[in-house]
């Protein structure tokens, strides 16, 4: 129970602390307009816009990556940064439960992505929001902020030895758009890619949205997108084990 | 060596080198190695979806438009890292040519642009096997030089704003989308709507993306002069307002003492 108090109250905190971001919410509720407009010029200029929905919901999950491939991956250096980073390893609860809802909270402003696109597809477009499952697609929004928040996690803890991890990570984040298929279907890429894109938490999430709203095999793409949270989050937690040990031994936690 | 020769050139290496954490390649690489490659085969095969242009187009367009990536970004944490590391007043209050001091900055980040234009033109080509005649390289040379120009005279604009907001970086990201929509580098410029197509022939890239379309269809550099000259002139107008804009910012800020506020 405890745990999950940590968790709630991580995620309210820091839920706050990147709403009041100024690149946080310029950028990031920018940049999947500027995508969405892009792919609907695209669309239509290529005679395809029944397509629209989907540049619509692809450009919002674009933006839930791109916070956490943004901020996520460099959480641990900004507390290194901030000098709250031994004091957060010192609190007597698990360091995974402080760092996993800061990345959760970073992606989850990725709801003023889907906010952003879905109004201004509406209004500037005309392009309605079916909801062919409501109840799955109200599920689709936790589900794919939590797990693309847990990749961010994950990915943090692999760039954990990297003093510029943010930027490594920023580096990730046309490559998962890509992957994804989250402006184009992955059909479109070469089969060897396929494995990488059903990796991917963005890849559900976009299904689990689409699905949704159109109708399809929604409960299979939630259900992955519960499997990877499970998997990121496993792989985090021993690369944290790991490094907190590393850092404790050789004192060099603080060293920037 | 002049001291104005000299702050332009060791200067503007020194800044560039600090740019990038001392030239970290950790930083380096991924920002203006790997993002760039990706975004030209990101829109490459959004554009195979939508049906709309072939796979040169997005190569040759994306390509050209990563220049506006250092040309912005540099140019802007010219004066915002300086605030960050606190030393944009010891700057400031040297006796030091300002125009020595901004264009020494400028020159570095040219080359930079140039180089990761071509680094994205060569990896997209290669990757997407898109044929360009070896004929045209020169030309094509040319174009991107005079292209990453124009997107540093761009990025003189965005200098300023580091004097006067904290965040200058949003309006960075801004101008690069706009550049992203508006210049034809996705979208051909005649399927935007008119206001849009006005709005563009007053921006960077657009003239030096047609130049580049033409010459890799076959085009003399001859062709395009007037396209290139209309790209040149473009980059310095803004560079020459963005300069006048900073010295102006700079008297005001000293004005009212607001030189350090952040």
Same mark, same amino acid.
């Given at each position: 129970?405890?745990?999950?108090?940590?968790?709630?109250?991580?995620?309210?905190?820091?839920?706050? =602390?990147?709403?009041?971001?100024?690149?946080?919410?310029?950028?990031?509720?920018?940049?999947?307009?500027?995508?969405?407009?892009?792919?609907?010029?695209?669309?239509?200029?290529?005679?395809?816009?029944?397509?629209?929905?989907?540049?619509?919901?692809?450009?919002?999950?674009?933006?839930?990556?791109?916070?956490?491939?943004?901020?996520?991956?460099?959480?641990?250096?900004?507390?290194?940064?901030?000098?709250?980073?031994?004091?957060?390893?010192?609190?007597?609860?698990?360091?995974?439960?402080?760092?996993?809802?800061?990345?959760?909270?970073?992606?989850?402003?990725?709801?003023?992505?889907?906010?952003?696109?879905?109004?201004?597809?509406?209004?500037?477009?005309?392009?309605?929001?079916?909801?062919?499952?409501?109840?799955?697609?109200?599920?689709?929004?936790?589900?794919?902020?939590?797990?693309?928040?847990?990749?961010?996690?994950?990915?943090?803890?692999?760039?954990?030895?990297?003093?510029?991890?943010?930027?490594?990570?920023?580096?990730?984040?046309?490559?998962?758009?890509?992957?994804?298929?989250?402006?184009?279907?992955?059909?479109?890429?070469?089969?060897?890619?396929?494995? =990488?894109?059903?990796?991917?938490?963005?890849?559900?999430?976009?299904?689990?949205?689409?699905?949704?709203?159109?109708?399809?095999?929604?409960?299979?793409?939630?259900?992955?997108?519960?499997?990877?949270?499970?998997?990121?989050?496993?792989?985090?937690?021993?690369?944290?084990?790991?490094?907190?040990?590393?850092?404790?031994?050789?004192?060099?936690?603080?060293?920037? | 060596?002049?001291?104005?020769?000299?702050?332009?050139?060791?200067?503007?290496?020194?800044?560039?080198?600090?740019?990038?954490?001392?030239?970290?390649?950790?930083?380096?690489?991924?920002?203006?190695?790997?993002?760039?490659?990706?975004?030209?085969?990101?829109?490459?095969?959004?554009? &195979?979806?939508?049906?709309?242009?072939?796979?040169?187009?997005?190569?040759?367009?994306?390509?050209?438009?990563?220049?506006?990536?250092?040309?912005?970004?540099?140019?802007?944490?010219?004066?915002?890292?300086?605030?960050?590391?606190?030393?944009?007043?010891?700057?400031?209050?040297?006796?030091?040519?300002?125009?020595?001091?901004?264009?020494?900055?400028?020159?570095?980040?040219?080359?930079?642009?140039?180089?990761?234009?071509?680094?994205?033109?060569?990896?997209?080509?290669?990757?997407? &096997?898109?044929?360009?005649?070896?004929?045209?390289?020169?030309?094509?040379?040319?174009?991107?030089?005079?292209?990453?120009?124009?997107?540093?005279?761009?990025?003189?604009?965005?200098?300023?704003?580091?004097?006067?907001?904290?965040?200058?970086?949003?309006?960075?990201?801004?101008?690069?989308?706009?550049?992203?929509?508006?210049?034809?580098?996705?979208?051909?410029?005649?399927?935007?709507?008119?206001?849009?197509?006005?709005?563009?022939?007053?921006?960077?890239?657009?003239?030096?993306?047609?130049?580049? &379309? &033409?010459?890799?269809?076959?085009?003399?550099?001859?062709?395009?002069?007037?396209?290139?000259?209309?790209?040149?002139?473009?980059?310095?107008?803004?560079?020459?307002?963005?300069?006048?804009?900073?010295?102006?910012?700079?008297?005001?800020?000293?004005?009212?003492?607001?030189?350090?506020?952040?």
């Amino acid at each position: 129970m405890s745990s999950l108090r940590v968790l709630w109250a991580g995620w309210v905190t820091h839920f706050k =602390i990147v709403s009041r971001s100024p690149f946080a919410i310029g950028v990031g509720a920018t940049w999947p307009i500027v995508n969405a407009t892009l792919a609907y010029f695209m669309y239509q200029a290529g005679g395809s816009p029944q397509t629209l929905l989907y540049a619509s919901l692809g450009s919002a999950v674009a933006g839930i990556w791109s916070m956490a491939a943004l901020d996520a991956s460099g959480a641990i250096q900004r507390q290194r940064f901030w000098g709250t980073l031994e004091l957060l390893v010192a609190a007597p609860v698990k360091f995974a439960l402080v760092l996993l809802p800061m990345t959760i909270a970073i992606a989850s402003v990725g709801i003023y992505c889907l906010a952003t696109t879905l109004v201004w597809g509406r209004l500037v477009y005309g392009i309605p929001l079916p909801l062919e499952h409501p109840l799955a697609f109200v599920l689709a929004v936790p589900a794919t902020l939590v797990s693309v928040g847990v990749l961010g996690f994950a990915l943090c803890m692999l760039l954990v030895r990297f003093r510029a991890a943010s930027h490594i990570g920023n580096s990730l984040e046309y490559p998962v758009w890509l992957a994804s298929g989250l402006l184009f279907p992955i059909a479109v890429l070469p089969a060897w890619t396929h494995p =990488i894109s059903w990796s991917l938490a963005t890849t559900w999430g976009m299904r689990a949205l689409l699905h949704g709203s159109l109708g399809g095999p929604v409960w299979l793409d939630l259900g992955m997108c519960a499997l990877l949270t499970v998997v990121y989050g496993a792989i985090g937690v021993a690369i944290l084990d790991r490094f907190l040990d590393a850092a404790r031994r050789s004192a060099t936690l603080s060293l920037t | 060596m002049s001291n104005n020769a000299r702050i332009f050139f060791v200067g503007g290496v020194i800044a560039y080198r600090a740019l990038f954490n001392w030239l970290n390649p950790w930083i380096f690489v991924p920002t203006l190695v790997v993002a760039p490659i990706f975004q030209v085969l990101f829109f490459a095969f959004l554009g &195979r979806s939508a049906g709309l242009e072939s796979d040169r187009f997005y190569v040759i367009g994306n390509a050209l438009q990563i220049a506006a990536l250092p040309g912005l970004f540099a140019m802007t944490f010219a004066i915002s890292g300086e605030r960050w590391s606190q030393t944009l007043s010891p700057l400031l209050a040297s006796p030091a040519n300002r125009a020595a001091v901004f264009l020494g900055r400028a020159l570095p980040v040219v080359a930079n642009a140039a180089f990761v234009c071509v680094v994205a033109f060569v990896a997209g080509a290669l990757i997407l &096997r898109v044929h360009i005649a070896p004929g045209a390289i020169p030309a094509l040379a040319v174009v991107i030089a005079v292209t990453s120009i124009s997107c540093t005279g761009f990025g003189f604009i965005c200098g300023p704003l580091g004097l006067r907001w904290r965040d200058a970086i949003i309006a960075v990201n801004l101008l690069d989308a706009v550049l992203l929509i508006f210049c034809g580098v996705n979208i051909p410029i005649d399927s935007l709507p008119g206001w849009m197509q006005a709005v563009s022939e007053y921006l960077p890239v657009t003239h030096g993306l047609r130049a580049a &379309r &033409r010459v890799a269809d076959g085009a003399a550099l001859g062709d395009v002069s007037g396209l290139i000259l209309a790209e040149l002139a473009i980059g310095l107008t803004y560079a020459g307002v963005g300069f006048a804009w900073l010295r102006h910012l700079e008297l005001v800020a000293r004005r009212g003492a607001t030189l350090e506020n952040s």
